[in-house]
């Protein structure tokens, strides 16, 4: 066996075929894309640390595993990495903070558990923002990483780091987390596929905040057949999560394939009246005949987003706060501003803020619910902007429209976490100047197969993931 720069460009769902066949070993699949990590993570610094040694080793005893003749895991042979914020033992885990910039945890969080269960094998961990906070991957630890198809831009976040290994093919799957886009918003920037699932689908172990159905985990890949297999490995109940969902996650390998004739989609091109950059809506309205093709019935509706951004912000304040409180306390120096805001906002924000977001939340959950018995779907923009140059922080103003904090920007994501309705980034096309964007489709509450199955028909008739950014070999 012989190892090559094709296999990194290779879906995982054809790796994991030709490694079960024997036409290719865990070994050589593991090699190659360690040999594309040297070549270009330099330039992208989207993994930010990485075993090669053991990853190796652990792809050696995968193949002395099969050669036994032993039963192969779903992930069997995969390269994969995690998100800097899922603990790994014995490997470095930073939160992108200066404050664990030197930790290394003694268990893995529950995904990790799972994806290793299933056979897949850490390569490394993937960059964020400090905890996570902000979609655009930048730290004091380790710096920015940049947008494979164009070094001067962010790759988005706070999955970031996974979005850009993934479309760099430097990795074949990674994993991640969405609290107000982080799954969703670097897949549409680095075109590659994002799945935010239903809070409670991919459990989470451990967590400081274990009621919070705002963050959830979930899969990212380069196409939706592979985060379907992903998604498959990493869902099923924990009794450690009280939110976790009492399914079989088998159910998720279904055929993807199916008929959409009559079914009803609602297009909502700025989520109710946000700011949206013209460049990003041509990209999504040339791509509409697509969901007609395929016999749908596409109508531009839109649920009522009334009371979402405040519900959002003050929500958000509170999981921060109960998280980072401590940090904030003895370690407030060390804190990114950003940071710092949120923690704040979380422990001085009236009782009365909160009880008020509790209740538009619920008032949202009702209209959602009900608009979506007459729309099986609803698309839009993943994001409001394009890519924007890595330089800068955040979106300070959208055409006219001022940005008044570091998520303001980031509504067409976070208004949709706050639903609790699955929802994923898929390839919709570039902008004039080869910039990716992606385009959001929203299920049914709890609907992830049926998500997946219209991703994947639209993902058929595009094929906008198989553009690849031009990179040093």
Known sequence: ?????????????????EIAAGHVSARDVMAAHLTRIQACNPSINAIVTCDAEGALARAAAADEHQANGDALGLLHGLPIVHKDSFLTAGMRTTYGSPLYRDFIPDRDSLIVTRERAAGAITLGKSNL???GAGSQ????????TRNPYDLRMTAGGSSGGAAAALAARMAPLADGTDMGGSLRNPASFCNVVGLRPSPGRVPQWPSSNPYNPLTVAGPMARTVADVALLLAATAGPDPRDPLSIDQD???LLASLSRD??????AYAPTWGGLPVQRRVLQVLESQLPVFTDLG?????????????????????????????????REHRHLLKDTVIWNIELGLTQPAATVVQAERDRAALFARMHAFMQTHEFLIGPVSQVAPFPVDEETVSCIGDTPMHNYIDWMRSGYYLSLTGHPAISVPCGFTDDGLPVGIQIVGRYRQEHALLQLAHAFELATQHWRREPVLPD
């Not at 991957?137 to 920015?144: I, R």
């Not at 959409?260 to 989609?265: C, D, L, N, S, T």
């Open 137 to 144: 991957t930048f730290n004091a630890v380790f710096g920015a």
């Open 260 to 265: 959409f004739k009559g079914v009803r989609i």
């Open 249 to 251: 996650p088998a159910r």
């Open 1 to 17: 066996m012989t190892h090559s720069p094709s296999l990194c460009d290779m879906t995982a769902v054809a790796l994991r075929a």
């Open 296 to 328: 749908a019935r596409v109508e531009q509706a839109c649920p009522d987003f009334t009371g979402a951004n405040d519900a959002f912000q003050a929500l958000r304040g509170q999981v921060f706060a109960v998280g980072y409180e401590a940090a904030l």
């Open 129 to 131: 923002p400090e905890f």
